[in-house]
């Protein structure tokens, strides 16, 4: 099987560069679509052809299913590689390609329907003996429900949107009164963000881990897993700081934890590259959590420690290849860190965005996956983040000294930034025992 001739990048920024990266070094032409806010935009210029699909509003660009399929239609695209975010987890949009006979990089809509629903996936992975957290058994339809099936599971507990993420759509409630007055606008934000009203309940795990598995899977069945990251590291339930091999699993722990992931996977007959998230309590159980059905934006933690390309891999797969490797074929080695660079108040965590007048980088022993350079705009339309910052290192010691040092050489001027943040977590003694949860930021003082 030959690889696709021409790949229509359906997103912006670091991550429509990573995907050209690899697109370049398989001989792949590709295509951007860019909104006017990125007229000036890196990704725009690095593609092989590029198409304008509107305003700056993501609604009215980058999140217009049928502006990007015309767009891929006139540049006569073979594939949609979504990246995450924007349409990455939008059934219809996979339709929508599915119909146009334009192979869309990732899951089937049929698949993506039923994982990225949290509660069908919750369905899923007990059905395939998976732990989910404790719950509600489906949606909570109304407040008195919620009430009831509250009293019986016990407070605190996490009211979530079935289609919530980025950490957006939920609500920790510790008692009845907190509930009632939580109900309607964590449905209604759902209908707002995610056009689906759909609620369950969660009992909350507390001082828990957030430990993922990064799986991969082909048309013919065949399933492995690229170890886990770790992810507990947060500021509004979302990730800052990620890293793997996870600190906090001995090897029993995490056989238990891969196993399980690639039998959740299987149970489903999911193709492409996913994410199976899930959370450890303080004993060491875990529970699933939800399916990504796309590419992370930690991704390249998990390429760190094993050598491998994630994106050729989702090229592969999605042109009918079987998986490059078998799982016993697959090694780790050594120890990476990803650190998320974002344009936002280091304290309240709201976004800053702005001119960067000054981006200096190191470029010895480090990876940097910048949408931006100096000079660039960080767009107050779009997620803040600037750029990843990944290391690797024989074990985790010298992997956060290689941090410390890259941290250290970076000059950022002309808008706020977490900077500062990121170099106190290398500090921090509990992070550098790998003693910590995703409590880790509101130990430190801050809002979390
Ligand atoms: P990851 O799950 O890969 O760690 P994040 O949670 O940071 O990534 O989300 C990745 C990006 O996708 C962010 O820009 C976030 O705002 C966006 N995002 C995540 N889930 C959704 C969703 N369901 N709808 C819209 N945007 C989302
Ligand atoms: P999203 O789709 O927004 O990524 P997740 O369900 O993956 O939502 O949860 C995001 C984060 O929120 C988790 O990594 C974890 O820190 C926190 N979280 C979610 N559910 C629970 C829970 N039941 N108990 C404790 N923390 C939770
Ligand atoms: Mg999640």
């Known amino acids: 099987m030959s690889y696709f001739e021409k790949v229509l990048i359906a997103n912006r920024g670091e991550i429509a560069r990573r995907i050209i990266r690899t697109c370049k070094s398989l001989g792949i032409r590709t295509v ?87 509660l069908s996936a919750r369905e899923q992975m007990q059905k395939a003996n998976v732990p989910v957290v404790p719950g509600s058994e489906g949606r909570i339809k109304s407040l008195e429900d919620a009430v009831e099936t509250a009293e019986s599971l016990g407070y605190p507990l996490m009211l979530k949107a079935s289609a919530g993420g980025g950490g957006i759509g939920m609500k920790l409630v510790h008692s009845r009164e907190e509930l009632e007055s939580a109900f309607d606008s964590t449905v209604q934000q759902a209908e707002s963000y995610f056009n689906d009203g759909a609620v369950f309940l969660e009992k909350l795990i507390t001082k828990p881990r957030h430990i993922e598995v990064q799986v991969v899977a082909d048309h013919a069945s065949n399933v ?69 059905t796309r590419l992370q934006v930690e991704h390249p933690v998990t390429e760190e420690i094993t050598g491998l390309d994630l994106v050729e ?87 956060i000294a290689n941090m410390k040092q890259v941290l250290s050489q970076i000059e950022v001027e002309g808008l706020t930034t977490n900077l500062a943040l990121l170099e106190r977590i290398m500090e921090n003694e509990d992070f550098v025992h790998g003693d910590y949860t995703t409590q880790f930021i509101k130990s430190l003082g801050l809002e979390g």
């Open 224 to 292: 492995v897993h690229l170890f886990e990251r770790e992810c507990s590291v947060q500021r509004r339930n979302q990730k800052i700081v990620e890293e793997s091999p996870s600190p906090f699993l001995d090897e029993d722990m995490r056989t238990r934890l891969l196993e399980a992931a690639v039998r959740g996977v299987k149970e489903i007959g999911y193709t492409n590259a996913g994410t199976m998230e899930f959370i450890f309590d303080e004993d060491g159980n875990f529970y699933f959590l939800e399916m990504n």
């Open 32 to 118: 951007a679509v860019y909104s006017e806010a990125d007229a000036n935009a890196p990704f725009v210029n690095e593609a092989d052809e590029a198409v304008c699909v509107g305003p700056s509003q993501a609604k009215k660009s980058y999140l217009d299913i049928e502006k990007i399929i015309q767009a891929a239609k006139e540049t006569n695209t073979d594939a949609i590689h979504p990246g995450y975010g924007f349409l990455s987890e939008n059934p219809g949009f996979v339709e929508r390609c599915e119909q146009e006979n334009i192979t869309f990089i990732g899951p089937s809509a049929k698949i993506m329907k039923i994982m990225g629903s949290k």
């Open 313 to 399: 891999w989702q090229l592969k797969i999605a042109s009918g290849e079987q998986l490059p490797l078998a799982q016993a074929d697959i090694q780790k080695q050594g120890h990476a860190i990803e650190c998320r660079l974002y344009a936002e108040d280091p304290e309240s965590f709201f976004p800053s965005p702005g001119k960067l007048t000054t981006l200096q980088l190191p470029e010895e022993k480090v990876r940097l996956d910048f949408g931006v350079e100096e000079g660039s705009n960080v767009s107050p339309f779009y997620d803040p983040m600037i750029g990843k910052i990944i290391v690797h290192g024989p074990n985790r010691r010298e992997a």
